[in-house]
């Protein structure tokens, strides 16, 4: 492999292989190569040496009252008039969106496969000609009643004369 | 594999906290508590503000549970958010007065001790000691080194993740990297 230093390519692995994270196909060949090259074998065992110096910084466990710290200032936020109203009925509306996806999903299919109660033009035809005839028959229906109406009073005109 | 199963878990809990969920928020918080905080603390070198920031760091992911999409890895939305709030902390803190305060913080700053045996007094001198070198090393670091070393170094991160918590580039990382190390290398080549 070529010098990782001299080339300036895969610098990466050399930091990888000094700490010890490299994969084996690449470790083995970083070894081959720092076996027989001075410069790097330089370079890893400065680059331990820092590993090892950083792997003594320990830190101090977290406070105890850390999660209680936070959770007072969560609850310290101001809640939006939205959260007011709709955090509470979230349990609802997750619930209730299926539902209704459902539902519509259901009428939909029936609208769809329904027997429709559309009109053929041949039959609106005749529905429009029966309506026409019933409307004539009723308009001389109304004439011939009218004309009795008339004929009454003179009927009765008549008929008190003769007496 | 292992990744992308922490991946999936992680998000699909943060996508429950977006549904109201506050028992997923505290199974991420247990989760995540102690590395953010040791990851701010030896960003900022101080362990109260590093609390601070790491509460903050909480409460800006609980607030913005609304508008969470899954789109990349939990930890790198969380990190950067932490990188974040302590690279402006850094920027804005950085003044004599804090300088002055992080050198006289060295006696009163506790060194944690994972001996097997109980050392002697000799000893703990001598590992204190070693601990403030680092830490004033670490400390020397430009602000994006010092984050990319301690990401990669503590937190194990990959060098895609680093690049997409600091916004850059997969190769940027690398050449961070090697600069801050470059600079470790030199300032403890004497630590044995």
Same mark, same amino acid.
């Given at each position: 492999?070529?010098?990782?230093?001299?080339?300036?390519?895969?610098?990466?692995?050399?930091?990888?292989?000094?700490?010890?994270?490299?994969?084996?196909?690449?470790?083995?060949?970083?070894?081959?190569?720092?076996?027989?090259?001075?410069?790097?074998?330089?370079?890893?065992?400065?680059?331990?040496?820092?590993?090892?110096?950083?792997?003594?910084?320990?830190?101090?466990?977290?406070?105890?009252?850390?999660?209680?710290?936070?959770?007072?200032?969560?609850?310290?936020?101001?809640?939006?008039?939205?959260?007011?109203?709709?955090?509470?009925?979230?349990?609802?509306?997750?619930?209730?969106?299926?539902?209704?996806?459902a539902c519509l999903l259901i009428v939909v299919g029936v609208v769809l496969h329904a027997p429709q109660a559309t009109l053929t033009p041949a039959a609106s035809q005749a529905a429009v000609e029966k309506n026409e005839a019933e409307q004539v028959e009723r308009t001389l229906d109304d004439m011939q009643m009218l004309r009795e109406l008339e004929m009454t009073p003179k009927q009765e005109e008549n008929t008190s004369k003769s007496l | 594999m292992g990744a992308s199963v922490a991946l999936d878990c992680d998000a699909?809990?943060?996508?429950?906290?977006?549904?109201?969920?506050?028992?997923?928020?505290?199974?991420?918080?247990?989760?995540?508590?102690?590395?953010?905080?040791?990851?701010?603390? &030896?960003? %900022?070198? $101080?362990?109260?503000? =590093?609390? @601070?920031?790491?509460?903050?760091?909480? +409460?800006? *992911?609980?607030?913005? /549970?609304?508008?969470?999409?899954?789109?990349?890895?939990?930890?790198?939305?969380?990190?950067?958010?932490?990188?974040?709030?302590?690279?402006?902390?850094?920027?804005?803190?950085?003044?004599?007065?804090?300088?002055?305060?992080?050198?006289?913080?060295?006696?009163?700053?506790?060194? &944690?001790? %994972?001996? $097997?045996?109980?050392? =002697?007094? @000799?000893?703990?001198?001598?590992?204190? +000691?070693? *601990?403030?070198?680092? /830490?004033?090393?670490?400390?020397?670091?430009?602000?994006?080194?010092?984050?990319?070393?301690?990401?990669?170094?503590?937190?194990?991160?990959?060098?895609?993740?680093?690049?997409?918590?600091?916004?850059?580039?997969?190769?940027?990382?690398?050449?961070?990297?090697?600069?801050?190390?470059?600079?470790?290398?030199?300032?403890?080549?004497?630590?044995?």
């Open positions: 492999m070529d010098c990782p230093i001299r080339t300036d390519e895969n610098t990466d692995w050399l930091l990888e292989y000094s700490a010890g994270r490299l994969d084996r196909e690449h470790a083995a060949l970083m070894a081959r190569h720092v076996q027989t090259c001075q410069e790097c074998a330089r370079f890893v065992e400065g680059q331990q040496r820092v590993w090892n110096a950083l792997s003594q910084w320990g830190v101090d466990p977290v406070s105890a009252g850390f999660d209680r710290r936070l959770y007072r200032a969560i609850d310290a936020q101001p809640v939006s008039w939205k959260d007011r109203i709709f955090r509470p009925l979230q349990p609802f509306w997750r619930r209730a969106i299926p539902l209704a996806a | 699909e809990l943060m996508l429950r906290v977006k549904d109201g969920d506050g028992a997923s928020f505290s199974l991420l918080l247990g989760k995540y508590r102690a590395s953010v905080c040791h990851f701010l603390y &030896r960003m %900022v070198q $101080d362990q109260a503000v =590093s609390e @601070e920031l790491a509460q903050e760091v909480f +409460l800006r *992911v609980y607030k913005s /549970r609304e508008t969470y999409e899954a789109t990349a890895k939990f930890t790198t939305w969380l990190y950067r958010i932490a990188t974040h709030l302590a690279l402006n902390w850094l920027r804005d803190e950085r003044n004599e007065r804090r300088q002055e305060r992080l050198d006289q913080g060295t006696e009163d700053t506790p060194v &944690r001790e %994972v001996p $097997d045996r109980v050392p =002697s007094v @000799e000893q703990q001198m001598v590992h204190a +000691l070693k *601990v403030e070198e680092v /830490r004033h090393a670490v400390a020397s670091l430009p602000d994006k080194q010092r984050a990319a070393v301690l990401m990669h170094k503590y937190e194990e991160m990959e060098y895609s993740q680093i690049a997409k918590v600091l916004s850059c580039s997969e190769s940027a990382v690398k050449s961070l990297l090697f600069r801050a190390y470059e600079t470790l290398r030199v300032r403890l080549a004497h630590m044995a």
